[in-house]
């Protein structure tokens, strides 16, 4: 399926990526906030395709166009036993409070939440937390 938004003139550029961080409010009675909000808040997203729509935005000084953008997978952390290519979980932060762990942005990604559902698109490497679980860094969407 394939996935139009509208982006600021000066940022629509093949292999550009942005996180999506939410609608604004200023932007509540455009007539194209359907397709500026068709996005997951706090996810990155890449430019793949330029359109030739272009439309005036208050938001955005020279106006905004239609571009085609993918889901970039994140990286997260995961118990090891979940770690399976392919598969679909259901994302748990780590039960821990080691903050000063060089996973723990993996552990505990911002905009992911307990019970979110992702993808393991790729496997990248196995890891031993802080406080002895078995974990892994994968790849997900």
């Known amino acids: 399926m394939v996935l139009v938004t509208l982006i600021g003139e000066s940022q629509a550029k093949a292999g550009n990526r942005f996180y999506y961080l939410g609608p604004a409010l200023e932007c509540r009675e455009c007539r194209f906030k359907n397709v500026c909000f068709n996005l997951e808040v706090g996810r990155m997203y890449e430019i793949t395709e330029l359109r030739d729509v272009h439309h005036e935005c208050e938001m955005h000084e020279g106006g905004v166009r239609a571009v085609v953008v993918v889901k970039v997978p994140m990286r997260v952390c995961v118990e090891r036993k979940y770690a399976i ?54 790849r997900a969407e």
Do not use: Q, Y
């Not at 259901?90 to 409070?97: G, L, N, V």
């Not at 993996?106 to 496997?123: A, N």
């Open 85 to 138: 290519d392919g598969s679909k979980i259901t994302f748990e932060h780590a039960k821990c409070s080691e903050v000063g762990c060089t996973n723990w942005s993996l552990c505990h990604p911002f905009f992911v939440k307990d019970g979110d559902k992702l993808s393991v698109v790729e496997i990248l490497d196995n890891t031993e937390c802080s406080v002895g679980e078995k974990r892994a860094i994968v």
